[in-house]
């Protein structure tokens, strides 16, 4: 008998509490790699209505976005004269490039408060269909996540922050979307569509 099957037999709970650990952390580390191998990468584009801080200098409107027949609609309500204007965008995540940009729409800006809502046709996706779903046929679905920053020892000293993401996510497989600035930051971001084409 050698030694190091001497030394493996004598010190087994040792052995044990060493190596279990790293078996635990590998399996953590193995479940989490799995699904970005086997689950495929988002095949659909999304449209997303992303919102960001009060700005006084915008027009005084709030947008809402919504699909009709297959179309994007855009409805235009004015915002009283004590509210605050927080503007909103719909953006494009691209499938091929995991890009997001903004799709420009003409707002009006000549409401007055007691003007009735106007809906507008946005023509940028003309030939292509939309889907009012959360869910996209491939099973992609927005996810926003919450999450504070810097952990115990950060919380004790009045360090902590909070933070999120938004992210598409299919069985465990995370594809993160990063909106551009202002919107980013702690603003609601919702799925208005799928493009199916």
Not at 29 to 57: K, M, N
Not at 127 to 146: F, I, M, S
């Amino acid at each position: 008998m050698g030694r190091s099957d001497r030394f493996l037999r004598d010190n087994a709970f040792l052995v044990a509490a060493v190596s279990l650990p790293l078996v635990v952390v590998g399996f953590f580390l193995l479940s989490s790699a799995v699904p970005r191998w086997l689950v495929p990468a988002p095949a659909y584009d999304l449209l997303l209505r992303g919102t960001g801080p009060y700005d006084q200098s915008r027009p005084r409107v709030a947008v809402d976005f919504s699909v009709r027949d297959g179309r994007v609609e855009a409805t235009v309500r004015p915002i009283p004269a004590n509210g605050y204007p927080q503007p909103a965008a719909l953006f494009l995540f691209d499938h091929r490039t995991l890009n997001v940009r903004e799709i420009p729409v003409d707002l009006p800006s000549d409401l007055a408060e007691n003007d009735p809502p106007r809906t507008i046709v946005i023509d940028a996706f003309a030939g292509r269909q939309v889907v009012a779903q959360a869910k996209a046929p491939d099973g992609y679905e927005l996810e926003t996540r919450n999450y504070r920053g810097t952990g115990l020892v950060g919380d004790l000293f009045g360090m902590g922050r909070y933070d999120q993401t938004v992210a598409l996510v299919n069985k465990g497989r995370v594809v993160p979307i990063a909106l551009p600035l202002p919107y980013q930051d702690h603003f609601p971001v919702s799925t208005v569509g799928w493009l199916v084409d």
